[in-house]
């Protein structure tokens, strides 16, 4: 069973770029949602996909996107970066079928974005 | 909104005592509640879950209960050794798939 996978592992950019994380799920799952987790705290809800649409999204403005693929891999785009972007980016997945509705989550090993 | 919190924020136990992390929840109206591990830089590992209508969850030297009334739930590890040194988080629930609400963690040290 293949885990959470998650690209690039660390990255660096300057205030304004533009930058795209990317998610494998879990197999087995269909549903992908992202967390943002600064220095010291616990890990904040950006949004969720599920069946290729937004299915919940969390106190973060539009600069911050995202897609789901029909192979259930995802995502996260952040247009014009700020300072406050540095963090690092958690995508979790889990498996919303009927039988399988545990609501158990797991994370990649994220990707740590430095905001310069 | 649900606000969870987790006390102490740090904690420091010499090897082979027992650890005991508090997480509390301001709404009880939870579909769950999960803990994870963390080790510096790295991503969350799930330890255990625990749906609403179950009081406690064990996996080997991890036992986790929940007193959903109350808000509370703890996770005791057991005779601690010092690859148990990393972060702690609960997270809550509240339908399933649905976004985790995250305490600030506990961070925790055991000394040889």
């Known amino acids: 069973e293949t885990g959470v996978t998650q690209s690039p592992t660390h990255l660096i950019k300057t205030r304004g770029q533009q930058v795209t994380l990317r998610c494998s799920s879990q197999?087995?799952?269909?549903?992908v949602s992202w967390y943002q987790q600064a220095l010291g705290q616990g890990p904040q809800f950006i949004f969720q996909?599920?069946?290729?649409?937004?299915?919940g999204r969390g106190n973060f403005p539009p600069r911050f996107s995202g897609l789901q693929f029909p192979n259930y891999s995802s995502e996260l785009n952040v247009n014009a970066l700020e300072l406050d972007d540095s963090a690092l980016y958690l995508c979790?997945?889990?498996?919303?079928?009927?039988?399988?509705?545990?609501?158990?989550?797991?994370f990649g090993e994220g990707s740590r974005l430095t905001v310069l | 909104k649900q606000e969870v919190t987790q006390i102490p924020a740090a904690l420091s136990v010499p090897e082979g005592e027992n650890l005991v992390l508090n997480c509390s929840f301001t709404?009880?109206?939870?579909?769950?509640l999960q803990w994870f591990r963390q080790d510096p830089g790295k991503g969350l590992t799930s330890l255990l879950l625990?749906?609403?209508?179950?009081r406690e969850q064990t996996s080997g030297r991890l036992n986790a209960s929940l007193d959903k009334s109350s808000g509370r739930s703890t996770l005791y590890i057991a005779a601690s050794q010092p690859g148990d040194s990393a972060t702690y988080l609960c997270?809550?629930?509240?339908?399933?798939?649905?976004?985790?609400?995250f305490g600030g963690g506990t961070r925790v040290l055991v000394k040889p």
């Open positions: 197999s087995g799952h269909n549903t």
């Open positions: 996909y599920y069946r290729e649409e937004e299915n």
């Open positions: 709404d009880s109206a939870i579909y769950n």
């Open positions: 625990i749906q609403s209508s179950q």
């Open positions: 997270a809550v629930a509240k339908a399933a798939g649905n976004k985790l609400t």
């Open positions: 979790a997945s889990s498996s919303l079928r009927q039988g399988v509705r545990t609501g158990e989550l797991f």
